[in-house]
């Protein structure tokens, strides 16, 4: 599943970068002497694998688990030049030494953002525990209108998926299930069953 998460990210972020983030990326990510020849180094997906490992060697299983993350770590994905890009909330220098020794290389690039990736698993956690909550109507405004959630590495923030987007829905989001500035609501439909 995370392998389909990540891949997820590669598609959106092949698709969705542009001069905005590139301008971001010139002035908030310390490059861990990314090289152009990828060659001699572990590939991208060789470093999420150490990373993820470094986490506890049973990531795969509790990748959903906001436990597993460590506080400081907001996420990963691939750039569009293939650089693996590690996101860190708090002090971006001294977690990218700590990356470095964590990794055994400097060929990754690192930027700060606002929110932990253990915060926005948290709120996807709530997300969840809503949906399946058998007290709450199949008429509410969420549930009649959920279409899909993720939490946006690259944007770190939780997407929220609607079909329908406007204030009574979002405010019955906000009221029932959570209400954060971590939280975008975006029009999606609901994923179709084959």
Request: charged share 25%; net charge negative; with cysteine.
């Amino acid at each position: 599943m995370l392998l389909l998460t990540l891949s997820s990210f590669l598609f959106y972020s092949c698709n969705q970068l542009n001069k905005q983030r590139d301008e971001r990326n010139q002035q908030d990510s310390i490059p861990g002497n990314a090289m152009n020849d990828l060659a001699n180094n572990p590939t991208a997906m060789d470093l999420h694998e150490k990373l993820m490992i470094s986490f506890s060697e049973d990531w795969m299983e509790r990748e959903s688990d906001p436990d597993l993350y460590p506080e400081y770590y907001g996420g990963s994905f691939i750039d569009n030049n293939g650089i693996f890009v590690i996101t860190v909330t708090g002090d971006r220098e001294r977690y990218n030494r700590q990356l470095i020794t964590t990794l055994g290389t400097d060929n990754f690039n690192v930027e700060t953002v606002q929110y932990s990736y253990k915060q926005m698993m948290q709120v996807m956690d709530r997300i969840d525990a809503f949906l399946v909550d058998a007290t709450i109507p199949e008429n509410h405004p969420v549930m009649a209108n959920f279409a899909g959630a993720y939490p946006d590495v690259m944007e770190n923030r939780v997407k929220v998926l609607l079909t329908i987007v406007n204030k009574e829905i979002t405010d019955a989001f906000k009221k029932d299930i959570f209400n954060s500035p971590m939280i975008v609501f975006e029009q999606g439909e609901i994923p179709e069953s084959y």
